[in-house]
């Protein structure tokens, strides 16, 4: 299992991925380009609840934001360079428009409980585009596909690597870091999904303000090394280090969130999972919805990863090591002492939302196989105890089943965003030309 998902994540993964974002970026760019304008209203406005699609874009982002953002760069210098990060950032223009058009379509194929309250995502929109007894069949290979990662991608690796950076800087246990995550996770998913939302609309906007800042500070202190370091990511983006290293910069560029070189794309966009955030946005148009994906994938990785990138390069330089410990001494070194414990903080906080996020998206794949909230508590007390035995968990097993699941649900999704397209056009049309 983990050699046939290595397989399917190294250069065909990456390069599946290009071409169909490229694809989607030659089909909807000229709408965008023609209508700058409209695009920005349409973000001021969200299509309807302004309010509501903020709400969805937060917490997409506490599942694609995450400790690899902190550390997961690390890794991809280390391998290649600076100039691993110039692929990473082309990677992510192109991720843009898949993004936008898988969250188009969770909107267009969503559904509503008894209640009136919004459902949707991939599984939804894979069995109505595929239709028939093949897309019931998928839809469901998906959702369970989506559950497994809530428990390995969304909580027992997360924990890992909090309990790295919080033990490394103040010397607290392992196992108590992750009890103590596990904990506040229960308090807050046990309390219902409404908690959750509000805790992650205010936490994940304060997590990335509070780290842009604190970069943005140290580039300027730094301002004398800014130019060499934006040297080294051009020339060497050229080099064949730098060409081996962008490849893994752009096939584990989810480790950017999870802080370790492994994984699709950080910001998740054409793996499927984001859309369940964003089918719950109350958009008056779908494509409308789908702008706030391009915000998500900007947020994620032009803004966090670049400035992560840059303060390594300006601090410890490319020929220092990677992961969690190396982002936060890159802090240290640029703002003094002060600086590590915050950044340690801020993992553990990074985790923690996005632990409540990907619970999130277990329960709505869980309601949509079951029809009902039947097993929701149960999914939850299982997510917080993976949580728990995450950060003592050395889960190399785990990553290679867990590569697998991300391999397979993000060639479904980009199959089935393929056979819609012709839909993904007619709703941009519908608002850009409106």
Known sequence: MKYLGQALLGAGMPLLLLITGLYFALVLGKYMLRAPRKCFSALHRGGGERGSSARALAVALAGT?????????????????????????????VAMPLKYAEITLSQVYRSYDAEGRPHGGAPYYIKAVLGGRLGWIMSVLFALLLVFCTLTLGSLLQSRAAAEAVSGVFGVPEAAVGTVLALLAALVLLSGSELAERVLSVLVPFLCVGFTVAAV???????????????????????????????????????LRLGVARGLVSNEAGCGTAPTAHAAANAKIPAAQGLWGILEVFVDTVLL?????????????????????????????????????LIALSVFLFAFATVLCWTHYGIEALAYLTGSARGKRLLILAACLTTALGAVTAPTLVWGATDLVLALMTLLNLAVLLVAHPTILSETRRLFLS
């Open 305 to 341: 990863c670049t400035l992560t990138a840059l303060v390594i390069l300006v601090t410890a330089g490319e020929n220092a090591g990677a992961g969690v410990m190396l982002a936060i001494s890159a802090f240290g070194a640029g703002l003094g002492p002060c600086l590590p414990p």
């Open 65 to 93: 934001l995450g400790v690899g953002n902190i550390a997961g760069v690390a890794a991809a210098i280390a391998a290649g360079g600076a100039g691993a990060v110039f692929w990473m950032l082309l990677a992510a223009f």
């Open 217 to 255: 500070a140290l580039l300027i202190l730094r301002r004398a090394a800014l130019p060499a370091a934006f040297a080294a990511i051009w020339q060497g983006a050229f080099t064949p280090k730098a060409g081996v290293g962008g490849v893994l910069g752009i096939c584990t560029s989810r480790a």
